[in-house]
């Protein structure tokens, strides 16, 4: 088939075309020419406002399947990262049972020669993500894994850590992360400060964050090797990361979109679906966050999609589980964040892929199509008829958006959210 993409905007710091509006045809699933003459083609789309950037890539990302498919299946997972303009995706490894065998990761990707929208398996780095005993990663990463971690829960024990980093440089995997002394978080439910004590909730410290963040950078001082700190919060935690990247260490760091936004005073109103971990923290926090992303101190932007039944949700606040979707609504949360569009959009495609060592796609006549179109202007009310989620744990349904994806091309295959 050949898809005429007419004035289309390129977003492709890399690519000559970079800032410029072209026609670019794309014929079974090859960018087959570039170029501001007319072209005939089979389809047509006016790309009048839209952009076209490389695919986007989410590093981290929850699907419930495995074992709670009722949350998220595979085949909804695929679908709603493509709605939200992801190609790629990197899931994290607590299912049921645990990523952590090659039979793990040939189930998730199994289907990736037939899909548009690829996974990545990130396999555990400890025996059921329990933090005792190290999995065989050799045989993990020869299988296909992507890089090496316990997902949502942190890895708490010291010796452990410090054996990952080590047993990794024998392939140079990456070590996944996410910060958390849990013994000063236990109980809390959102970020300790003056809204916790006026809700009376109990409150999780940025400190529990930054012990652990400080923890890992001297293992990793000690010890060598990479580590990616997942999910940063804090603007303490941004700063020792600054200063460790500044020492020459191999550290990197990503923060969730919705983190840009949203602060502690959003669950004035006891809503659940604010309910996250690392929980949303102060204006300050926020300010930090963005400087980081400015400065290059953090390297890439995620979902952290995780979906949440209605049993896990609809409870007193206090009850309820971690997380909200997010792999649809990613564009809009940096839209708002008002940081320069172009930076985002390398923070969501370029630096995942090189963070996890993955080629990268270009825009560039006999290169694979694996692209991303959207409409950074364009307006829409996220709904439940239009969440492709098999879960509904957002605090954005209901809600008008300024932001959307409209198309996504990979694997020989086009998906388009836009008419014609």
């Not at 493509?82 to 790629?88: D, I, L, Q, V």
């Not at 490894?93 to 990523?99: F, G, L, R």
Request: aromatic residues 6%; glycine residues 6%.
């Amino acid at each position: 088939m050949e898809l005429l993409l007419q004035g289309v905007e390129v977003c492709d710091k890399r690519s000559p075309f970079h800032g410029q509006k072209k026609n670019i045809l794309i014929k079974d699933g090859i960018i087959e020419k570039i170029t501001e003459e007319s072209i005939d083609a089979e389809r047509i789309i006016d790309c009048q406002d839209l952009i076209l950037s490389i695919g986007w890539f989410d590093m981290r990302a929850s699907f419930g399947d495995p074992g709670l498919e009722f949350k998220e299946d595979l085949k909804s997972g695929r679908k709603v990262a493509a709605m939200g303009g992801f190609t790629e995706v990197a899931i994290l490894p607590n299912t049921i049972p645990v990523i952590q065998s090659k039979n793990d990761l040939s189930y998730i990707k199994a289907l990736n020669p037939y899909s548009l929208t690829q996974l990545h398996p990130i396999a555990a780095v400890t025996i059921n993500s329990e933090g005792k005993e190290l999995t065989e990663m050799i045989d993990l990463h020869q299988s296909g894994a992507i890089a090496f971690s316990d997902g949502e829960k942190t890895l708490w024990n010291t010796d452990i850590v410090l054996k990952t980093l080590q047993y990794l440089q024998k392939f140079d995997g990456l070590l996944m992360n996410r910060p958390e002394d849990r013994l000063l978080t236990q109980f809390g439910t959102m970020n300790e400060g003056i809204n916790s004590t006026l809700l009376g909730l109990k409150g999780m410290p940025r400190l529990a964050e930054e012990i652990a963040i400080n923890r890992d950078l001297q293992l990793l001082e000690y010890a060598g090797g990479k580590i990616h700190f997942s999910n940063i919060s804090s603007a303490h935690s941004v700063e020792l990361i600054r200063r460790a990247k500044a020492k020459g260490l191999e550290v990197s760091c990503d923060v969730a979109a919705y983190q840009l936004i949203f602060d502690d005073s959003s669950l004035t109103s006891f809503d659940t679906n604010f309910k996250v971990n690392p929980p949303l923290r102060e204006k300050l926090d926020i300010e930090a966050l963005k400087q980081g992303l400015l400065d290059g101190t953090i390297d890439a932007i995620v979902s952290n999609h995780m979906p949440q039944d209605q049993e896990s949700k609809k409870l007193e606040y206090d009850l309820a589980e971690f997380g909200m979707i997010g792999l649809q609504t990613v564009l809009p949360l940096l839209i708002q964040s008002g940081l320069e569009l172009e930076m985002l959009i390398e923070k969501i495609s370029l630096a995942p892929r090189k963070l996890l060592q993955l080629n990268q796609p270009e825009v560039k006549e006999g290169e694979q199509a694996n692209l991303t179109l959207f409409a950074p202007n364009a307006e829409w009310e996220y709904n439940e008829k239009n969440n492709a989620s098999l879960s509904s744990n957002s605090p954005l349904l209901g809600q008008r958006l300024t932001g959307k994806a409209v198309g996504v091309f990979n694997n020989h295959k086009v998906e388009l959210l836009i008419e014609d």
